[in-house]
């Protein structure tokens, strides 16, 4: 990026900021509802309890000498940051932090009766089981008589607008995430994503997911669209390799969304045994890398996924935590190219994301101007706008 100034890396110590709102009001409350959720023993609510001590006033602590993944967690910043407040770090590693020391606390990855119980499971399933899922699902059937062309991009638009209310935003955006949309998106590149999805079925297309249920369904129904009707030839599903920010998918989610779908009935179920087929015969292919929970900018990315995104024909990043790792999770100056900022990424990248946070790029000036005007600050995080970017 050798033109591009760079801008400050978000932190949460600025009390008012959204940031700073997230620390000290968002993670306490997922404590309590994942505390209500189960039927924790004493072990687990003593955890609990010092981790909301720690968040509220405390200072991060390391993980414990024997964590299996200590080693990766001292490389990725924990050497650097423990001992210092939750608020005075970047803010996407103090995040990503917690979800790591929530899952410890309720024992995730102690061997014993809890280890592998995502603590996030009956959010999710909720959201599977909700009439609103079915009434999409069902809406499939009357998508199916239209042209190829006009499908296409209406299931482009539910993978994007799926990303509208992810869980953990729910807890304390009350409501926000799911009003309704305001008209239009703030960018959009979807020409530029159809024609590098153009392949007449040569090309691989990672899709790197971000929320399990309402989110993953149209993602999961866009490639099934995308492989039968040959823009690609295989997809690469990245997910997370265990629960993160409450909602995001990991392997468990896919199976889960996956059964709903074969079990729905209507175009719903053709769309499910054609994607689970395409996972039998390889043409859909799960991955869930450990950098996928790292709290670090996809410019850090390690090789071995540096290598398997340059492979791509093209890499889409849902959601909003995607976006804000792959520009850096800085506060740039919204008319930033996008291009600049995501010089580094190897290969095409597309971004399909609603905004929920302070970080925004590849605005024009007269979009930036028109939303200010209307909404102050508010546009950038209330979940009601969003973008399709994309950097050839
Ligand atoms: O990635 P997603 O699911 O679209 O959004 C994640 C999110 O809710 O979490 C962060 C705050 O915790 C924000 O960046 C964003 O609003």
Same mark, same amino acid.
């Given at each position: 990026m050798p033109d591009t100034p760079t801008a400050p890396v978000l932190l949460g110590h600025e009390p008012g900021s959204f940031p700073h709102g997230v620390l000290a009001e968002r993670h306490p409350a997922i404590i309590r509802q994942v505390r209500e959720a189960f039927p924790y023993g004493p072990e687990q609510h003593r955890a609990l309890d010092a981790l909301l001590e720690s968040c509220a006033k405390g200072a991060i602590e390391p993980l414990p000498a024997d964590a299996h993944d200590r080693d990766r967690w001292d490389t990725w910043g924990m050497r650097e940051y423990a001992g210092r407040s939750w608020f005075d770090v970047p803010w996407l590693w103090s995040e990503s932090y917690f979800y790591r020391r929530l899952l410890d606390a309720v024992g995730y990855f102690t061997p014993g009766p809890w280890q592998g119980i995502d603590p996030f499971r009956p959010f999710k399933t909720a959201e599977l089981d909700a009439t609103e899922t079915q009434e999409e699902l069902a809406a499939l059937d009357d998508l199916a008589d239209r042209p190829a062309d006009a499908q296409a991009r209406a299931l482009l638009?539910?993978?994007?607008? +799926?990303?509208? %209310?992810?869980? +953990?935003?729910?807890?304390? #955006?009350?409501? %926000?995430?799911? %009003? #309704? %949309? #305001?008209? +239009?998106?703030? #960018?959009d590149d979807s020409d530029t994503l159809w024609s590098l999805l153009d392949t007449a079925g040569t090309g691989t297309l990672y899709l790197v997911a971000d929320n399990a249920g309402r989110e993953l369904v149209p993602d999961l129904l866009l490639v099934a669209h995308l492989l039968t009707h040959g823009h690609i030839g295989r997809a690469v599903l990245h997910v997370k390799p265990y629960p993160y920010y409450v909602s995001d998918a990991t392997t468990a989610d896919v199976v889960d969304a996956l059964r709903r779908l074969t079990g729905a009935g209507g175009a719903a179920a053709g769309h499910g045994h054609l994607l689970w087929s395409a996972l039998a015969d390889g043409r859909l292919t799960v991955r869930a890398h450990p950098f996928s929970c790292a709290p670090l900018p996809y410019e850090d990315m390690p090789g071995d996924l540096r290598a398997e995104f340059a492979s791509a024909t093209v890499t889409v990043l849902k959601g909003d935590l995607n976006y804000r790792r792959l520009v850096g999770d800085r506060l740039w100056p919204p008319t930033t190219p996008f291009a600049d900022v995501t010089a580094h990424f190897p290969g095409p990248v597309a971004a399909l994301r609603t905004l929920k946070s302070d970080v925004v790029t590849g605005l024009d000036s007269a979009t930036e101007a028109a939303l200010v005007a209307r909404e102050e600050r508010r546009w950038r995080t209330s979940g009601t706008h969003a973008l399709i970017q994309v950097r050839v």
């Open positions: 638009h539910g993978s994007l607008w +799926g990303n509208r %209310a992810d869980l +953990g935003f729910r807890l304390s #955006a009350e409501g %926000a995430g799911t %009003a #309704a %949309a #305001a008209p +239009g998106l703030v #960018a």
